[in-house]
């Protein structure tokens, strides 16, 4: 059964750094990986939708990479502002259907 | 395209009612899915749909009944609410064009 982890549970972080969260999968046989974007109250909106093939994906000031092998993604946020404050979940797709696991999700506070 | 949506956005209910959470996608996505989401434990899946006319039981189905009449509409209905059913029910769509997943904005349910 697959499971997803990320790492850390919470963040904080003063405006204008640069950071990683992390996201482990125990099963390499993956799909897809996507990140999403979680703000108090709300839905989830999707950052960057890597492919099993794909290495990275980027937008903007996102980037994440995917290492299947591993069972590792990274979602890298550079020049963090205040706005960027939200939860961060990953989730994967296996190959034997369409259903995704959901990792915890990391807090991040980016604090002015 | 208004995405999916689901209605209503908060309700309270008392143990042992029961009520249908609505939801509805404009995007002609064929699957779809209800999640619910607890603290410190990320999102499981209770039910999902491949197509209209076609429903099967996610990871926590007990307590919820699904029916895919329509590809547009996918509504959830608890049959006898019960205080463990309190949470955050979120629906999602799945475009197996871009592989990508598409929430709602949630409905924040409480059972007293």
């Known amino acids: 059964k697959q499971e997803v982890t990320q790492i850390p549970a919470a963040l904080s972080v003063p405006e204008g750094e640069n950071l990683v969260l992390n996201c482990s999968f125990t099963d390499s046989a993956i799909y897809n990986l996507q990140w999403f974007r979680q703000d108090p109250g709300k839905g989830l909106t999707s950052l960057l939708l890597?492919?099993?093939?794909?290495r990275e994906q980027t937008s903007g000031r996102l980037n994440a990479s995917l290492d299947k092998s591993s069972g590792r993604s990274t979602l890298y946020i550079a020049a963090s502002q205040p706005g960027d404050s939200a939860t961060y979940l990953c989730a994967v797709r296996d190959n034997y259907g369409q259903n995704f696991v959901f990792g915890p999700g990391t807090r991040l506070s980016v604090l002015p | 395209n208004a995405g999916v949506t689901q209605t209503p956005k908060f309700q309270v209910l008392k143990t042992g009612q029961s009520m249908t959470l609505q939801c509805a996608q404009d995007m002609n996505h064929e699957y779809m899915s209800w999640y619910r989401q607890d603290p410190g434990m990320g999102l499981r899946l209770i039910h999902y749909s491949v197509g209209a006319g076609i429903t099967d039981q996610g990871e926590v189905p007990n307590g919820y009944n699904v029916s895919r009449s329509t590809t547009e509409d996918f509504p959830l209905r608890l049959l006898s609410a019960a205080p463990s059913q309190t949470s955050v029910y979120f629906c999602a769509s799945f475009d197996s064009r871009t592989r990508g997943k598409y929430f709602g904005p949630g409905t924040r349910l409480t059972v007293t």
């Open positions: 890597i492919q099993s093939s794909q």
